[in-house]
């Protein structure tokens, strides 16, 4: 990316709201360039969503940057992401905290995401090809969970599966149309609910993918 482009990027994340400095650094160190389809390279730093394999997409910059931000990261988290896809979201949260653990139910996404995090020397984060409404109990409890597929409700199975004062984030809503990106904050055993902002994310699919 030129420095004038990088330069436009976080300009252009500023100015849409993202002011955490972790977070604007972590943005300015991947280069987003290698996460998307290589026709695409040229529109890595635009704020736009783009296409990826499979189907899938990776999100808009600005939404990566508020999720992250208002996930709270702290160094020493663990964290879980629910839908790997492209990698990018994975990367960026590996930048802020201890150790990521990311799940997609494609392999062929799983496998990709995988090589662009290790070709980067991003050794802290795990991809792992599985269904993120199952997830495998051997995996136990996360400070953070972001979910970027949009699910109909939130399970409370993945709820538990937060530390206590633990943070979750997702797109709450409709398969189709636009969601509402949800926080839910663990205190004990209840769940704080706070609505963020609308959205549009690809569906939340039960079960491996069958395809690759
Ligand atoms: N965070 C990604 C973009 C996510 S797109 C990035 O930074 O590029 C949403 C992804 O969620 C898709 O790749 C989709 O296959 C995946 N997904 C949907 N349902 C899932 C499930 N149940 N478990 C794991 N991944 C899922």
Same mark, same amino acid.
């Given at each position: 990316m030129s420095p004038s482009e990088k330069m436009q990027f976080q300009l252009t994340l500023r100015r849409r709201g993202i002011s955490d400095r972790s977070v604007l650094k972590a943005m300015d160190d991947v280069p987003r360039e290698l996460f998307v389809t290589p026709p695409d390279r040229e529109h890595a730093y635009r704020d736009i969503a783009l296409g990826i394999a499979c189907g899938q997409t990776i999100s808009q910059p600005f939404v990566v940057g508020y999720m992250t931000e208002q996930l709270q990261v702290k160094p020493?988290?663990?964290?879980?992401?629910?839908?790997?896809? $492209?990698?990018?979201?994975?990367?960026?949260? $590996?930048?802020?905290?201890?150790d990521v653990v990311s799940i997609e139910r494609y392999r062929t996404l799983a496998d990709r995401a995988r090589i662009v995090l290790a070709d980067l020397g991003y050794g802290n984060v795990e991809v792992i090809a599985g269904d993120g409404f199952d997830i495998p109990a051997n995996l136990g409890?996360?400070?953070?969970?972001?979910?970027?597929?949009?699910?109909?409700?939130?399970?409370?199975?993945?709820?538990? *599966?937060?530390?206590?004062?633990?943070?979750?984030?997702?797109?709450?809503?409709?398969?189709?149309?636009?969601?509402?990106?949800?926080?839910?904050? *663990? $205190?004990?055993?209840?769940?704080?609910?706070?609505?963020?902002?609308g959205v549009r994310f690809v569906p939340a699919l039960k079960g491996v993918a069958r395809e690759l």
């Open positions: 020493d988290h663990r964290v879980l992401e629910i839908g790997t896809g $492209s990698g990018y979201q994975a990367a960026i949260l $590996s930048r802020l905290c201890r409890t996360f400070d953070r969970i972001i979910v970027t597929a949009a699910m109909e409700e939130v399970p409370q199975a993945l709820l538990s *599966r937060l530390d206590p004062d633990g943070i979750l984030i997702a797109p709450v809503g409709p398969h189709t149309g636009s969601q509402m990106l949800m926080r839910f904050k *663990r $205190s004990g055993d209840a769940f704080q609910p706070q609505e963020l902002l």
